[in-house]
């Protein structure tokens, strides 16, 4: 299917002021999630061949998924009441076309790291690559840098 990948959201800065407003963690965990998904798909615009790997926009895997969405059941009434999503609800596949979610549950694994999120792009590309895109994975801190100043716009900054 030609058009398998997750496709531009327009809105999608607007959907990760509301889900770090929700959650927390301010322009940092703004930043992060956003740079995550720059890093990992340029923002949704690159094709996504995969089927069983990396769901959404912030590639997120199953192993991972079933993780945080048991550990992040403490927040489940916060956020079916202010962003309007049940979370014991979501698959791992729904990650796949819904980028609300994939920024969602992307948000959700950072904050099981008890590190606080760096302050500049540099601690924050070596910070994903520990914790997110692990020893294992193929990203490197330079990729995630050059990735965000290509696809993240400076004219969405976070305002709490």
Aim: net charge positive; proline share 2%; hydrophobic share 35%.
């Amino acid at each position: 299917m030609k058009n398998a990948n997750y496709g531009w959201t327009e809105n999608i800065y607007d959907q990760a002021k509301a889900v770090v407003d929700c959650l927390g963690g301010g322009e940092n965990a703004y930043n992060l999630i956003l740079e995550t998904s720059a890093s990992e798909t340029a923002l949704g615009t690159i094709y996504d061949g995969t089927i069983y790997a990396g769901m959404g926009i912030c590639q997120f895997d199953k192993l991972p998924f079933k993780r945080i969405k048991a550990k992040s059941m403490r927040f489940r009434a916060k956020i079916k009441k202010e962003l309007g999503i049940d979370i014991k609800l979501v698959t791992w596949e729904h990650l796949r076309y819904d980028s609300f979610m994939s920024l969602l549950f992307c948000r959700l694994y950072y904050m099981a790291i008890r590190k606080p999120i760096p302050t500049t792009l540099e601690g924050r590309a070596k910070y994903w690559k520990k914790y997110y895109n692990s020893y294992l994975g193929k990203g490197t801190p330079k990729h995630y840098k050059k990735m965000v100043s290509k696809f993240v716009n400076d004219k969405h900054k976070y305002l709490a």
